[in-house]
């Protein structure tokens, strides 16, 4: 989206055109949120340490399904999966091999990369529907063989492994409040490469294969290999997500989730937040995880204020109902995602007192 | 337009509301306040342990009065999601009635208890995500109760590290002993001990149960759920103490965790390969379907059908509805009293509870009657950690010291706790059958409680 300037407001350099942060105070607002979440520790209650974790990996995996889908145009209902390749190598790795958490997450990323090569494999013959169809095999096959190969490596139909506690030295990360510097700085150095990805060549080359493959392909532009370099990079965030998230519960495998309801809900918070946008993952993650609370908080008080023969009711059904209609209502008026209503929001302070 | 919309918005959540807050439940007079009656624990069999003396604790810290003070008894489980009709309303009204009576008596040595209970839909990041936040706001917590299999595996080394009891529903046997001395507690027998029992039971009684034309060998085909629950009962322990005692356990056939899953084609491969038992490792419509099932192919009078212990509840035959009597003859591993057995005073108090908030008849089942017992078996530990350690020293250690030093605990004769020399679960059960009993279905005993074979896994 073109951003809505006044006049006068331009840029003076090359230099000037190509930067992300333009003007002094966008550089204090970043340092300032990144602040306020690495000090949460410090003054956060559990509930927003915790939160902010979640929500910490699972924007890294919303990332690598707005590369693929939102700037891409592929779709994928594999994302989960491929997060449990992540979570899975990296254990084995640390593991078995010995290796620090550190070393293991670019190995688990590259690991769960390849298996999102073999699976962006039939993008070359399908496109919309039937290519979300074709990644939904990944989301069958990958799960059955955790429970049904390798048990001793895998953990068989148990459904999970132990992953260890990531440490440096003697210090461990075994507490949400410490763990959150491994999630801001993995988090930091994801939104990095994707926010530079979409303003390389690949990133054009992405962009102009959403827009119109053909033409794409007619100014040059290789569909089979492009399609493929946009699933190994989302596989691979899937898969950094995935490790992080093993190594935060301590444990992965089936019985943690990863199924297709997970990878729907990635693709519905992508498009809450706003598809083909930076910040989009940002807020639609943010946006889904604290509407979960917050349906669970109001129906838990709503309860409480009701009479007794109620609460049991009101606690066993609010939550999805409530839940429920605040999505419905989000796509019937916000349809373009939060992104969007953010850029609105800017453009209308750019352009104060003349925004209309 | 925007007047328009919020007007729609509004009415629309308030319909919700009103969904979800005016169903069937009726409404009732709280009950009076009951005393807790002295209570009959189930007439288990000793194991053969040897428990060493405790004891007698020589300051009664309770007679100081806690007025004033509160104990928090947490609770996370889901109570929406995939599988929230297991737990039902009634989870919720046995946890409120229970606490509400054990305050109405004076509460614990006179401190008032608060329930907090948290929904986490079954899926295990909010179950890590939720202890972690009561761990948090709770530095000194000592327990938290759970319920399922993913909630015990996902919670068990966290709970290790940081020295909390998890009273847990999902009786996972990895989760609880391996390795060794770990801080989750089972209600109930481990799936594998379960699955043992009943195959002792077959082999003790299959000369008068065996179907119409089955031969003497007993071969057991096992159904289960995906994932650890449904693989639960079918572990090396327990197939070898199958194997010997001659009865041959098929490979473990699964089905997906939905109420449209296919049963006919594992039950198909379990009957062509000579079952003449099927044990059911499921619960809900789980169960439901297998039963549907096997009358569906005319396979219900050519094997002998039982199933763990949340295989036979009353939801099971709530979903079967009008064709609940279809389950008559089925077996279940039964580790708990039942609401018919009402010469048990925790049974007549639970009934008490349950008559006087009103309840709808389908709520009569196991969610209800566990609880309210559970939290008085809590209850009972915690006044125990107080005489042993005062209400100032009071942590997760006192209190799984306090349970280890009492050794069982019983939740108003419904049910045991045991964590005797390193147990973790109750080890006896009874063997209950489907049968119509004056025109209403009956969890009739046709095995009192019985040591259960020990199935536990090795520590590592």
């Given amino acids: ?356 | 337009m925007r007047k328009k919309s919020f007007i729609l918005l509004s009415m629309l959540v308030l319909a919700s509301l009103v969904l979800t807050a005016c169903g069937g439940a009726a409404t009732t007079e709280a009950p009076a306040p009951t005393a807790v009656p002295p209570t009959k624990v189930p007439p288990t069999e000793a194991p053969p342990t040897e428990v060493p003396p405790t004891e007698a604790p020589t300051v009664r810290y309770c007679a100081d009065g806690l007025e004033g003070e509160t104990f928090t008894f947490y609770s996370q489980a889901g109570l929406t999601g995939p599988l929230s009709t297991i737990l039902g309303t009634a989870f919720v009204n046995a946890l409120n009635d229970s606490i509400r009576d054990i305050n109405e008596a004076g509460g614990i040595c006179g401190a008032e208890i608060v329930l907090k209970l948290t929904d986490t839909q079954y899926d295990a990041e909010q179950e890590i995500a939720t202890y972690q936040q009561t761990k948090g706001e709770d530095p000194n917590l000592m327990s938290i109760a759970t319920y399922g299999s993913g909630a015990t595996i996902a919670l068990a080394p966290l709970l290790r590290e940081d020295h909390v009891v998890n009273f847990a529903a999902g009786l996972n046997a990895q989760a609880m002993y391996v390795p060794r001395d770990g801080w989750t507690v089972g209600v109930a027998p481990i799936y594998a001990d379960q699955f043992a029992g009943f195959v002792q039971f077959l082999s003790e009684s299959w000369a008068d149960i065996k179907p119409e034309g089955a031969g003497d060998e007993i071969v057991v085909g096992v159904i289960g759920w995906e994932g650890p629950f449904g693989a639960g009962a079918t572990t090396a322990e327990s197939i070898a103490y199958a194997e010997s005692v001659g009865v041959q356990v098929l490979d473990l056939e699964t089905y997906a965790i939905s109420a449209e899953a296919d049963v006919v084609t594992p039950l198909q491969n379990l009957a062509l390969q000579g079952a003449n038992v099927i044990y059911i490792q499921s619960l809900g419509f789980g169960p439901a379907q297998v039963i549907g099932t096997l009358h569906a192919l005319e396979m219900w009078s050519q094997v002998v059908v039982g199933g763990c212990n949340w295989a036979m509840n009353t939801d099971v035959l709530t979903i079967l509805g009008e064709s609940a009597p279809a389950a008559i003859g089925m077996y279940g591993v039964f580790p708990y009293n039942w609401w018919n057995d009402t010469d048990l005073p925790g049974v007549q108090q639970a009934l008490a509870a349950f008559e006087a908030g009103g309840y709808a008849e389908s709520d009569k089942a196991v969610s209800y009657i566990t609880s309210y017992g559970g939290t008085f078996a809590w209850k009972t530990i915690l006044e125990h950690a107080i005489d042993m350690v005062g209400f100032e020293n009071l942590n997760g250690d006192a209190f799984f010291d306090a349970f280890k030093d009492l050794g069982t605990v019983s939740a108003l004769g419904i049910f045991e706790y045991d964590v005797r020399d390193g147990t973790r679960a109750p080890r006896s059960s009874q063997i209950r059958q489907v049968q119509l009993v004056d025109g209403a279905l009956e969890f009739v005993i046709v095995k009192d409680f019985f040591v259960l074979p020990d199935t536990r896994p090795p520590a590592e």
């Fill in chain 1, 1 to 356: 989206m073109a951003v809505m300037r006044p006049a006068g407001d331009y840029d003076r350099s090359y230099q000037e055109d190509k930067s992300y942060i333009r003007k002094p105070w966008q550089w204090v607002v970043l340092i300032a949120s990144i602040g306020v979440v690495a000090t949460c520790p410090y003054w956060g209650t559990p509930y927003i340490i915790t939160t902010v974790n979640r929500i910490g990996y699972t924007i890294i995996a919303v990332q690598g399904l707005n590369i693929l889908t939102g700037y891409t145009g592929q779709i994928s209902l594999g994302q989960a999966a491929f997060m449990l390749v992540g979570g899975y190598v990296s254990t084995l790795v640390v593991t078995h091999l010995g290796l620090s958490m550190f070393l293991a997450l670019p190995i688990a990323a590259v690991g769960a990369g390849i298996v999102g090569l073999i699976f962006g494999l039939p993008s070359l013959r399908v496109k919309g529907f039937y290519l979300a169809m074709a990644t939904l095999a990944a989301q069958f096959i990958i799960p059955w063989l955790t429970k049904h190969a390798f048990p001793e490596f895998l953990g068989g139909t148990e459904g999970r492994i132990a992953t260890p506690v990531p440490q440096i030295g003697s210090f461990l990360f075994n507490e949400p409040a410490r763990f959150i510097y491994i999630t801001l700085g993995v988090l930091i150095v994801t939104t990095f490469i994707a926010a530079n990805i979409t303003r390389t060549r690949l990133g054009r080359a992405f962009i102009a294969i959403r827009d119109n493959d053909l033409a794409a392909e007619l100014l040059g532009v290789n569909l089979f290999g492009y399609k493929l370099r946009a699933f190994f990079i989302a596989a691979m965030y899937a898969g950094l997500a995935g490790a992080l998230k093993a190594h935060y519960q301590r444990a992965i495998g089936t019985e943690f989730g990863y199924s297709l309801t997970e990878s729907i809900v990635l693709l519905g918070m992508l498009v809450v937040g706003g598809l083909g946008t930076n910040i989009g993952p940002f807020l639609g993650t943010t946006f889904i995880i604290v509407m979960q609370d917050v349906s669970n908080v109001v129906g838990s008080s709503f309860a409480g204020i009701m009479p007794p023969e109620m609460t049991a009711r009101l606690l066993t059904s609010f939550r999805p109902i409530f839940f429920g209609l605040i999505l419905m209502f989000f796509l019937i008026f916000e349809p373009r995602g939060l992104a969007h209503r953010w850029q609105l929001f800017k453009a209308a302070w750019r352009l104060r007192p003349f925004s209309h």
